[in-house]
């Protein structure tokens, strides 16, 4: 049976019944109460009964009994969390295990995003419509190309299809299988090339000056320079036109080339929901032009240094040079 408080009301009758010289057996049954309930109530407050008195007292010992907040306990931890998701765009479970990876704190990702929803992680709102800084909190999901916007023609470069690729790289066995895409911010302008690995989820970002085959292979030479050679081994790339005179790539690089089915975007899944995350830092239909490569860099490095769920909370850069680092 649930146990429900004394109203104010119920201590006003009280009082009455009191007054009208009822035992507390007699009050207990015109309330429907214990005579127990009825009995502490009445020994409450010292002295003369005051139902509003006994609930000021009542009040106050129920907020005195509620557990402190940790995140209001712990400032140096709260503000940590703060940076994390407006620095980093760290996600609160992402804050969470990774906290507790590094045995720093222990603090559920639920009590950070009820702190966020009742308290904001204790920072001032600045006007009546703010929603703090539950609005940095990263988006989930993204939007794919509708099928029929870009143009598909065949690869200039021996034609392996994705049906064909081997059952160790579907199932990511190994370090240095990449799969390959474009960001455009405006028409006609510089764009992004990305390449993700399969298995470490590492992300490689850099710009082209356009959008054809000249400027990507030149970008993709320079994004896999920073990667030792051990670690290029296939690329998967869109199927985009920028992407379909690969031969100086395939010799260049020694890698082999697998080739999606054309409107598929699935089957490059693990590029398709990075760039949902690179869109979070390049809007869509912005300029790219004024974004410089030491920015770019950044990004990439904030990317790379961010835990994810599906690597145990261990970030692509400490699994891909197999190193743990200090991030909390």
């Known amino acids: 049976m649930s146990y429900y408080h004394l109203t104010i009301t119920e201590r006003e009758s009280i009082l009455e019944f009191l007054a ?3 035992t507390i057996r007699a009050i207990a049954l015109k309330l429907q109460r214990s005579a127990s309930t009825i009995s502490r109530e009445i020994r409450r407050l010292s002295g003369h009964y005051s139902p509003s008195k006994s609930q000021k007292d009542y009040r ?5 009994s509620h557990k402190p907040r940790i ?4 400032t140096f931890l709260r503000e940590t969390i703060i940076e994390l998701i407006k620095e980093r765009q760290w996600s609160p479970e992402q804050i969470s ?3 507790k990876l590094e045995g720093k704190a222990t603090v559920s990702y639920n009590t950070i995003y009820r702190h966020i929803e009742s308290h904001n992680l204790k920072i001032p709102l600045t006007s009546h419509g703010d929603t703090g800084i539950r ?3 990263r988006h989930r999901g993204r939007q794919r190309h509708h099928s029929g916007d870009r143009k598909h023609r065949a690869p200039q470069v021996d034609y392996i299809p994705i049906q064909e ?16 895409d474009t960001i455009q911010g405006k028409v006609g302008e510089e764009v992004l ?15 082209a000056k356009r959008k054809d085959s000249q400027a990507i292979n030149s970008a993709l030479q320079a994004m896999f320079s920073q990667i030792p050679k051990e670690f290029v081994l296939s690329i998967t790339p869109d199927h985009g036109t920028e992407f379909l005179q690969l031969a100086e790539i ?3 690089l020694g890698v082999t080339i697998y080739w999606p089915d054309p409107y598929s975007p699935e089957q490059r899944g693990t590029n398709e929901n990075t760039n949902g995350l690179i869109r979070e830092y390049f809007p869509k239909r912005q300029s790219l032009n004024p974004r410089t490569l030491e920015e770019v860099s950044q990004w990439q490095k904030l990317l790379n240094n961010r835990p994810k769920k599906v690597l145990g909370y261990r970030t692509p850069a400490e699994i891909l040079f197999d190193k743990v680092l200090d991030l909390v």
């Open 250 to 252: 395939r010799e260049k």
């Open 71 to 74: 995140l209001d306990q712990q």
């Open 60 to 64: 106050i010992k129920r907020q005195n």
């Open 97 to 99: 295990k990774r906290l």
């Open 20 to 22: 009208k010289g009822l």
């Open 135 to 137: 609005r940095q909190l």
């Open 165 to 180: 690729r081997p059952k160790f790289i579907n199932e990511r066995r190994r370090i240095g299988d990449w799969e390959l």
């Open 193 to 207: 090339v990305t390449a993700v690995d399969r298995q470490t989820r590492y992300t490689l970002v850099t710009k």
